[in-house]
């Protein structure tokens, strides 16, 4: 298979295309910015659409009517601009409306920095939006993994009706790195649900948040939550690194992955027993595991570019079985290698050796 | 085998370029590779920077904080990275920009007087092209070979005919080094 180096924005994007998306709709902003501007040269090639909102608001309005028109649909943006989109996220999760939204994470809160970070976890997880609802969360590992992820994304909203999300950073969207591009490929049109005409139908279709008559909000809520029940059982993703028999298992995603990664093989080099655990997808969050390895005596350490959210959710699935330590950077900067190398020797039992 | 590299210099020196086409070139010889650019707000006539990683495993942080290889075409990006050179690792630098430099224990620092030698090949701008040949010379990253093959793939056709030039200037930096 050949390699082309990509930058993960641009892979991401050209994933997309892949995967059989033909509309995207976004409005610019520091550090997402190549996927905009790759889509804005490659939709009309392939017979897509391109089209530059004026503003974020708009474009997941946008994302809304086009998906509830079954097209195979794509919004990208960065933190302060996704905070923007969080209405209208609510929006397409009560009407049912599958489509991919990206984060292309930076600093803040506020308009923040450019720099990387994954303070949008709880943002991306726990809902920004109002309501009870949950999107699917992925969270690439490296530029492979872009175009992997997009390509499921598509699937995985179509499949359940609902938002996916890409939680990514600037670091992951920046950097190139060499991918393997799956085959262009052709998505069937047929969505019986979706408003492209009555074609003899004795009934509308309608796509539609609203459920203020009766019962009906309740039923909607009902029907939700089975959906996303059936999505935290079939739907989690993760990789396990070497936890089986480590004295201490880190947990981290995304780049802060990439790092402890590093990290970890200077460790391991020195005969110390470390693990990885890395989330790929961050809702559903990997609890089995979690918890398993909490039972078999681990303890954890969590990293992230944050000031500690995710570890929230460990905290959650270890369910006091295990201590949990946590080591954030705050200022839209990236742990160095040796800081988390510092930081696991830390915790190691005298000093981790066999 | 792990190669952690920084290329630094001045805006329009071509600095992000070498450190594709050595990224570019480590991945058609089958290594795992990445390439990250400083970006965000710069100052015309600042630094630019790149990290790139080369090896045969799976390549953890792509931000390089400890090189063992690093390429700097200005004085600025000498001073900002030299001390975070490792032990053992390569120091290439342009001293048609850059006057004295001092020694650094278990560094070795090769001048290059890159803008001269582009100059006798007909073109300024293939200064950066020199001090890549002397890394590859001394570090032997990637071949000289792999490069220019990855020059059909980053540089856009229109820049194809500069490919002969960008060639010779890559191996008059290799020989300064090797012969």
């Known amino acids: 298979m050949e390699r082309v180096m990509m930058k993960g924005n641009e892979a991401l994007a050209e ?97 923040g920095g450019l720099t990387p970070s994954q303070s949008d976890y709880f943002q991306a997880t726990k809902g920004g939006g109002h309501g009870d609802y949950r999107l699917l969360v992925y969270a690439p590992g490296n530029a492979q993994e872009m175009v992997d992820l997009i390509g499921l994304a598509f699937d995985k909203a179509e499949a359940y009706r609902n938002p996916v999300m890409i939680l990514t950073d600037a670091i992951m969207g920046q950097m190139m790195e060499p991918v393997v591009l799956p085959p262009l490929r052709e998505v069937s049109p047929d969505k019986p649900w979706a408003t492209t005409g009555k074609k003899g139908r004795s009934k509308p279709n309608l796509i539609n948040s609203l ?16 959906k996303f029940a059936r999505m935290a059982a079939d739907e989690v993703r993760y990789e396990a690194d070497g936890v089986e028999d480590a004295d201490l298992v880190v947990v981290a995603y995304g780049t802060s992955s990439r790092v402890v990664r590093s990290a970890i093989s200077r460790l391991r080099q020195e005969k110390k027993k470390v693990g990885l655990l890395r989330p790929v997808t961050l809702w559903p969050f990997p609890q089995q595991i979690l918890a398993e390895l909490a039972a078999a005596g681990k303890r954890f350490l969590v990293v992230e570019m944050s000031a500690g959210q995710m570890v929230e959710d460990v905290i959650l699935s270890v369910n ?31 000093g981790g050796e066999e | 085998m792990t190669h952690e590299i920084i290329c630094a210099g001045f805006g329009g020196q071509g600095v992000m370029l070498i450190g594709q086409l050595l990224a570019y070139g480590g991945m058609l010889e089958g290594k795992e590779v990445t390439w990250f650019p400083s970006y965000g707000p ?120 500069l490919i002969p030039l960008n060639s010779a200037a890559l191996r008059k930096g290799f020989s300064l080094v090797t012969e």
């Open chain 1, 15 to 111: 994933g997309a295309i892949r995967a059989g998306c033909r509309f995207f709709f976004g409005y610019p902003i520091t550090p997402q910015n190549e996927i905009p501007e790759y889509m804005a040269r490659r939709m009309p090639e392939v017979g897509g659409v391109f089209l530059q909102a004026e503003s974020e608001v708009s474009a997941i309005n946008m994302v809304y009517g086009a998906g509830g028109a079954g097209g195979r649909v794509l919004t990208s943006s960065s933190s302060p601009g996704i905070s923007l989109k969080q209405e209208g996220i609510s929006y397409l999760v009560g009407a049912q409306v599958p489509c991919v939204i990206v984060n292309v994470a930076r600093g803040g809160p506020g308009l």
């Open chain 1, 211 to 226: 459920g203020i008559v009766g019962e009906d909000l309740e039923r909607i809520n009902v029907e939700l939550q089975a």
């Open chain 1, 320 to 350: 006091d079985r295990a201590k949990v330590t946590f080591f954030g950077k705050l200022n839209g900067t990236v742990p160095t290698v040796k800081e988390v190398y510092d930081r696991i020797m830390s915790l190691l039992p005298e």
């Open chain 2, 42 to 161: 710069e100052m015309r006539g600042g630094t630019a920077n790149c990290s790139v990683v080369i090896s045969d495993q799976p390549v953890g942080s792509p931000i390089v904080a400890e090189p063992d290889g690093l390429i700097a075409m200005n004085g600025p990006s000498l001073t900002r990275f030299k001390t975070a050179v490792k032990p053992g690792g390569v120091i290439v630098y342009n001293s048609s920009l850059v006057t004295a430099v001092p020694a650094l224990p278990g560094v070795k620092i090769c001048a290059v007087p890159a803008n001269e030698l582009a100059r006798e090949l007909g073109n300024d701008k293939i200064s950066n092209m020199v001090v890549l040949g002397a890394f590859l010379g001394l570090t032997k990253a990637v071949a000289v070979s792999s490069i220019e093959t990855a020059l059909q793939q980053v540089l856009p056709a229109r820049r194809h005919h």
